[in-house]
């Protein structure tokens, strides 16, 4: 039910509009409170616990060509407090119902010298606090640029963060664990070798930052619903451990250009003294509108196979030719281009993964490089662009779609953008209606290299817009989104539930890249997911990559046991078995779990977890009384242990636990793995082992 009602004034206290406003969440675990400063600076603090979270921090915005910015000179007008309860169903998710229960305050600003007013927003619930800026319509404040964001974030002390650096262009990063004043040191090789902008600091951050205070509680640092708005880095003041807001600016150096009404993306601190309660937090969902889509019974989580991974390791090739001068001077006519021999997107090859998608239970294929424009692509002229509906003369479009529907399974559709937003646009409705007549509900789009026109960022303002309008018009035409290269997740999934899948960040094909850290993932739940599910892309069996390919030597920096538990502990609507069907058939024991692994769930229980260490989720499938466990260990070896209460009681099941052998090491003996079936109740407790880089994952599946 929902419940909306004007909050008991015992929560707040006023005396004067300039003293301390004091928030409670529902369960009274948080207080937040607003203040101005003696000129007129709007600053906040929370605490946790009566913990000290934040310290006292100012709030603002810097204008450009602006004689007085939104910082200072501010009185207080108006306080309005409210709490709200509801529960929601998600789409799809980690659960099968959402509460949404939070106190609100909401402090309406006037600036003295310029009659301009501001409402800043809080919302504090029993995980975290949540507030934006918000800009009413009004005679003073219409149309302005902001210069630079200016919410701080003043830690409590040197705590210690899990960061990857504050780049414009790219998450793909492996994750750095160091003190925060550790920061600038590390990464000014990081900034020197691999920062793709031009203008940076030393001591920003991408969020979602994670980090853990030395008595034990953990903070996660984000932001939620951005739309319409730069994505936000964060800066570090190494030297008061205070951080402040810094947005991706446009071409020009530009943070924004709005219009009022309107409002800034929420910016969200969670907290807890567990770390599991971070991973089970839903407050970056419940920060966003409800889901826009009216009939969503089109969108459906999917488990796919595709032709990607011979791809990225360099087995097959994405371009049908490599004859670069003749179609960069027109000669679109490819029976005239000569074939290089190594294209994946061949009719026999993409039938050879329908026929194991259709034999494995999988729902779909997915096929990259199957229209023209890769092999100019590949040659750098960045001056062709894709038109997204012209394949291959060896990709029959129309007989492949009825092969595949023959099977029972769809095909996933690939949109390369090279970053060309601009042509992207062009096309979209021609590309989205060409799928609805071919029978593709969904695309896999990317935005590999530099964002055209020339400049862009791609987390900027224009382009985060970019992406939202994607993902609105592929609604109209019903198809679902699976976004690369694109600006992290907010929870804009919640709105716009056809987003079922995004990458920004560094994802299975950096293992066919030189590797991954093996304790990689068991950040990203902390970090990357807390935005919304990822396709990471799990599953690979052949770690040893020069087997695909000679003439790479790369090697996947994980166990067999570790890539099964990814299914469970990397949430996604959307799960790839990455690996190729031969690969899957020298193991067909331990891909039972792939086959059995849901991709859609009711319940979801964090049994242990720490950063940068381990983390183990089980999870009920949804319109089931089935559960599947999984654990993903950093690079010591562990002892798990389980507790089966979760079960229901009374029911008797049978768990099949897919585990690494004693002598198992992501390094040195990656598929060595063990598998067994016991017998187990809600009574039932396990102990299991976890090699380096390694884990476990097991069904558990009811008797009937």
Same mark, same amino acid.
């Given at each position: 039910?929902?419940?909306?009602?004007?909050?008991?004034?015992?929560?707040?206290?006023?005396?004067?509009?300039?003293?301390?406003?004091?928030? #409670?969440?529902?369960?009274?675990?948080?207080?937040?409170?607003?203040?101005?400063?003696?000129?007129?600076? +709007?600053?906040? %603090?929370?605490?946790?616990?009566? #913990?000290?979270?934040?310290?006292?921090?100012?709030?603002?915005?810097?204008?450009?060509?602006?004689?007085?910015?939104?910082?200072?000179?501010?009185?207080?007008?108006?306080?309005?407090?409210?709490?709200?309860?509801?529960?929601?169903?998600?789409?799809?998710?980690?659960?099968?119902?959402?509460?949404?229960?939070?106190?609100?305050?909401?402090?309406?600003?006037?600036?003295?010298?310029?009659?301009?007013?501001?409402?800043?927003?809080?919302?504090?619930?029993?995980?975290?606090?949540?507030?934006?800026?918000?800009?009413?319509?009004?005679?003073?404040?219409?149309?302005?640029?902001?210069?630079?964001?200016?919410?701080?974030?003043?830690?409590?002390?040197?705590?210690?963060?899990?960061?990857? +650096?504050?780049?414009?262009?790219?998450?793909?990063?492996?994750?750095?664990?160091?003190?925060?004043?550790?920061?600038?040191?590390?990464?000014?090789?990081?900034?020197? =070798?691999?920062?793709?902008?031009?203008?940076?600091?030393?001591?920003?951050?991408?969020?979602?930052?994670?980090?853990?205070?030395?008595?034990?509680?953990?903070?996660?640092?984000?932001?939620?619903?951005?739309?319409?708005?730069?994505?936000?880095?964060?800066?570090?003041?190494?030297?008061?451990?205070?951080?402040?807001?810094?947005?991706?600016?446009?071409?020009?150096?530009?943070?924004?250009?709005?219009?009022?009404?309107?409002?800034?993306?929420?910016?969200?601190?969670?907290?807890?003294?567990? =770390?599991?309660?971070?991973?089970?937090?839903?407050?970056?969902?419940?920060?966003?509108?409800?889901?826009?889509?009216?009939?969503?019974?089109?969108?459906?989580?999917?488990?796919?196979?595709?032709?990607?991974?011979?791809?990225?390791?360099?087995?097959?090739?994405?371009?049908?030719?490599?004859?670069?001068?003749?179609?960069?001077?027109?000669?679109?006519?490819?029976?005239?281009?000569?074939?290089?021999?190594?294209?994946?997107?061949?009719?026999? %090859?993409?039938?050879?993964?329908?026929?194991?998608?259709?034999?494995?239970?999988?729902?779909?294929?997915?096929?990259?490089?199957?229209?023209?424009?890769?092999?100019?692509?590949?040659?750098?002229?960045?001056?062709?662009?894709?038109?997204?509906?012209?394949?291959? +003369?060896?990709?029959?479009?129309?007989?492949?779609?009825?092969?595949?529907?023959?099977?029972?399974?769809?095909?996933?559709?690939?949109?390369?953008?090279?970053?060309?937003?601009?042509?992207?646009?062009?096309?979209?409705?021609?590309?989205?209606?060409?799928?609805?007549?071919?029978?593709?509900?969904?695309?896999?789009?990317?935005?590999?290299?530099?964002?055209?026109?020339?400049?862009?960022?791609?987390?900027?303002?224009?382009?985060?817009?970019?992406?939202?309008?994607?993902?609105?018009? =592929?609604?109209?035409?019903?198809?679902?989104?699976? =976004?690369?290269?694109?600006?992290?997740?907010?929870?804009?999934?919640?709105?716009?539930?056809?987003?079922?899948?995004?990458?920004?960040?560094?994802?299975?094909?950096?293992?066919?890249?030189?590797?991954?850290?093996?304790?990689?993932?068991?950040?990203?739940?902390?970090?990357?997911?807390?935005?919304?599910?990822?396709?990471?892309?799990?599953?690979?069996?052949?770690?040893?990559?020069?087997?695909?390919?000679?003439?790479?030597?790369?090697?996947?920096?994980?166990?067999?046991? %570790?890539?099964?538990?990814?299914?469970?502990?990397?949430?996604?609507?959307?799960?790839?078995?990455?690996?190729?069907?031969?690969?899957?058939?020298?193991?067909?024991?331990?891909?039972?779990?792939?086959?059995?692994?849901?991709?859609?769930?009711?319940?979801?229980?964090?049994?242990?977890?720490?950063?940068?260490?381990?983390?183990?989720?089980?999870?009920?499938?949804?319109?089931?009384?089935?559960?599947?466990?999984?654990?993903?260990?950093?690079?010591? !070896?562990?002892?798990?242990?389980?507790?089966?209460?979760?079960?229901?009681?009374?029911?008797?099941?049978?768990?099949? !636990?897919?585990?690494?052998?004693?002598?198992?090491?992501?390094?040195?003996? +990656?598929?060595?793995?063990?598998?067994?079936?016991?017998?187990?109740?809600?009574?039932?407790?396990?102990?299991?082992?976890?090699?380096?880089?390694?884990?476990?994952?097991?069904?558990?599946?009811? %008797?009937?």
């Amino acid at each position: 039910m929902k419940n909306l009602f004007f909050a008991s004034l015992i929560l707040f206290a006023f005396s004067s509009a300039a003293e301390a406003q004091q928030l #409670k969440s529902p369960e009274g675990k948080f207080v937040m409170e607003f203040s101005l400063q003696n000129d007129g600076t +709007p600053t906040y %603090n929370l605490k946790y616990k009566n #913990k000290e979270v934040v310290k006292t921090s100012k709030l603002g915005l810097e204008l450009k060509d602006d004689k007085k910015s939104l910082l200072n000179d501010f009185t207080i007008v108006d306080t309005k407090t409210t709490t709200f309860d509801e529960n929601w169903k998600p789409v799809w998710g980690e659960v099968e119902n959402i509460r949404n229960h939070y106190n609100e305050l909401a402090v309406t600003l006037n600036q003295k010298a310029t009659e301009r007013q501001i409402i800043i927003r809080f919302r504090l619930f029993d995980d975290g606090l949540g507030f934006r800026y918000e800009f009413p319509a009004q005679k003073n404040l219409t149309y302005f640029v902001i210069k630079e964001e200016r919410s701080q974030f003043a830690m409590a002390g040197d705590h210690t963060a899990f960061w990857i +650096p504050g780049d414009y262009d790219t998450q793909e990063y492996d994750y750095t664990k160091s003190k925060l004043s550790e920061i600038r040191g590390l990464s000014e090789k990081a900034y020197t =070798a691999n920062v793709s902008q031009k203008n940076f600091s030393p001591t920003g951050v991408q969020t979602s930052l994670m980090l853990k205070t030395n008595d034990g509680l953990y903070i996660n640092l984000h932001e939620a619903a951005l739309i319409d708005y730069s994505c936000m880095h964060l800066n570090l003041d190494d030297k008061n451990m205070i951080f402040e807001s810094w947005l991706t600016p446009d071409a020009k150096g530009d943070k924004g250009h709005m219009q009022a009404p309107n409002h800034s993306p929420w910016r969200t601190i969670i907290v807890s003294d567990d =770390a599991r309660e971070i991973l089970a937090s839903k407050m970056t969902l419940n920060l966003n509108d409800p889901s826009k889509i009216d009939d969503t019974s089109w969108i459906k989580p999917v488990k796919y196979i595709g032709v990607w991974w011979e791809m990225i390791t360099g087995k097959s090739s994405w371009s049908y030719t490599n004859d670069y001068p003749t179609v960069q001077l027109g000669v679109t006519d490819f029976a005239k281009a000569k074939p290089n021999g190594t294209h994946g997107a061949t009719n026999a %090859n993409v039938k050879k993964y329908i026929d194991f998608a259709a034999a494995n239970g999988l729902d779909a294929v997915l096929v990259e490089g199957w229209n023209e424009g890769w092999e100019d692509w590949f040659g750098h002229s960045k001056d062709y662009v894709f038109d997204f509906v012209t394949p291959y +003369p060896d990709f029959d479009v129309k007989g492949l779609h009825e092969y595949a529907k023959s099977k029972g399974v769809k095909i996933i559709m690939h949109h390369e953008t090279s970053g060309s937003v601009r042509n992207y646009e062009r096309h979209m409705d021609k590309a989205y209606k060409f799928m609805n007549d071919n029978g593709y509900d969904a695309v896999k789009s990317g935005y590999v290299g530099d964002i055209l026109p020339r400049g862009e960022n791609h987390y900027s303002q224009w382009i985060v817009n970019h992406y939202q309008y994607a993902i609105e018009k =592929a609604a109209q035409y019903k198809i679902m989104v699976n =976004a690369h290269e694109a600006v992290r997740p907010t929870g804009i999934a919640r709105t716009y539930p056809n987003l079922i899948g995004n990458e920004a960040a560094r994802g299975t094909e950096y293992q066919a890249f030189g590797g991954s850290k093996p304790n990689h993932v068991t950040v990203l739940p902390f970090t990357r997911l807390i935005g919304g599910p990822m396709d990471y892309t799990p599953g690979i069996f052949e770690m040893d990559i020069s087997k695909m390919n000679p003439e790479n030597t790369s090697h996947v920096n994980s166990t067999i046991a %570790n890539q099964l538990a990814l299914y469970v502990t990397m949430y996604s609507p959307l799960q790839m078995a990455a690996d190729t069907p031969e690969n899957y058939n020298r193991f067909p024991d331990a891909f039972q779990f792939i086959k059995d692994v849901a991709v859609d769930w009711s319940e979801s229980k964090y049994i242990e977890a720490e950063p940068g260490d381990f983390v183990t989720v089980a999870r009920k499938a949804k319109g089931t009384n089935n559960w599947f466990i999984g654990n993903v260990n950093g690079e010591t !070896i562990r002892t798990s242990n389980i507790d089966f209460s979760f079960l229901e009681k009374g029911k008797k099941y049978t768990a099949t !636990i897919y585990a690494d052998a004693k002598d198992a090491h992501y390094k040195t003996n +990656p598929q060595a793995y063990t598998i067994k079936k016991i017998a187990v109740t809600n009574k039932s407790k396990l102990s299991q082992f976890s090699a380096p880089g390694g884990g476990y994952a097991i069904s558990i599946i009811e %008797n009937k």
